[in-house]
């Protein structure tokens, strides 16, 4: 992940599988600033992994009466529309990004275009089947 201030250009990179040798890929775009996730303003929210403590930390301080302030987090919006937070990928200047796309098509990985949207909605989906089955 990059906090550079000057970095304008980004790529960003859902996940890879080694077993599968897969990249899914979710493109270029630009970086919009660092931004509170929690603030409907810079929707969508983000999912998975720290994404899910952000709720929590406002609401813990709130219980303890101690004054919140937002956690920051990198918002990037993509060529294709989307947002994607810095907290749901990898993520950097969209050159260096470029050349790891390549050394892992060198290594023989397939780069998959895919969505953020998507992504959430299988993750939140598949969070509200767990849920269903405890």
């Not at 970086?31 to 609401?59: F, H, Q, S, T």
């Not at 990037?76 to 969209?94: I, R, S």
């Amino acid at each position: 992940m990059s906090r550079i201030a000057d970095v304008t250009r980004i790529g960003a990179i859902l996940s890879g599988d080694h077993e599968t040798r897969t990249i899914n890929f979710l493109g270029y775009g630009v970086y919009d600033g660092d931004r509170d996730p929690l603030d409907p303003a810079n929707a969508p929210l983000p999912v998975g992994g720290v994404a899910e403590i952000y709720p929590d930390l406002e609401k813990i301080a709130r219980e303890n009466g101690i004054e919140y302030h937002p956690h920051l987090n990198p918002r990037l919006k993509l060529d294709n529309g989307e947002v994607a937070w810095g907290c749901e990928c990898w993520w950097g200047d969209e050159d260096a990004v470029k050349a790891q796309l390549e050394k892992y098509k060198a290594a023989g990985y397939t780069i998959v275009e895919t969505s953020m949207a998507k992504s959430r909605d299988e993750y939140r989906q598949k969070k509200e089947v767990k849920h269903a089955d405890s």
